[in-house]
């Protein structure tokens, strides 16, 4: 190669450098993050699915014992009913029904609040995230962070989750440790 092609290049080279490195600086200037992972995959979002669960657990359970009672007094009229004049079972049955129904209400005001709560825990739950992954971006010098959910397409790597993921699960395990300390304070006094 002669000494004109290498100049040629070299100074290519130094004209490309500085847009390489800002290519390289920019592709971390603006960041993802995968919302719903992080509401699945962090420590404090698995207690809530399992928070959730165990709540939707315990509806099913309240809603079968409802239908369970209404089963067998449906019955107990359906044994009586041949002993008892037309007018009592239709007083027995309209009982029947209204109970039936005031239990159908009541089940589906709690299925309604059930979903409410959880959806609110869950969007608690987000935003906490969003505070934490803000103060991530501050101290990692993001200028932006935009919602994998959002982007029509993504370079892996700009998808810092993983990131976040850690910081939530270090801030869980440093609030459980301190939550931990404070009851084995409290438990140390009331012994003492």
Do not use: C, H
């Not at 290519?12 to 995959?41: C, D, F, G, H």
């Not at 869950?122 to 200028?143: I, M, T």
């Not at 700009?158 to 939550?179: R, S």
């Amino acid at each position: 190669m002669n000494i004109t092609k290498k100049i040629v290049l070299l100074a290519l080279a130094a004209q490309l450098l500085p847009t390489a490195a800002v290519l390289a600086k920019a592709s971390y200037e603006y960041v993802a993050i995968n919302r719903q992972e992080l509401l699945q995959k962090s420590k404090q979002g698995k207690k809530l699915q399992e928070e959730i669960q165990q709540g939707a657990r315990d509806l099913q359970m309240k809603q079968q014992s409802a239908v369970n009672e209404l089963q067998q007094e449906e019955r107990k009229f359906q044994k009586e009913a041949p002993l008892l004049s037309k007018t009592e079972q239709q007083q027995r049955y309209a009982k029947l029904k209204k109970k039936s129904e005031k239990m159908q209400r009541e089940l589906q005001d709690a299925a309604a609040e059930f979903e409410e709560n959880a959806k609110f825990a869950q969007q608690e739950l987000d935003a906490a995230n969003l505070d934490v992954a803000r103060e991530l971006a501050l101290v990692k010098g993001w200028k932006g962070i935009q919602s994998m959910e959002d982007l029509l397409f993504a370079s892996a790597d700009i998808n810092v989750t993983d990131q976040v993921l850690a910081k939530l699960d270090a801030n869980y395990d440093a609030e459980q440790a301190t939550l931990l300390a404070q009851a084995t304070a409290a438990n140390q006094e009331v012994q003492a």
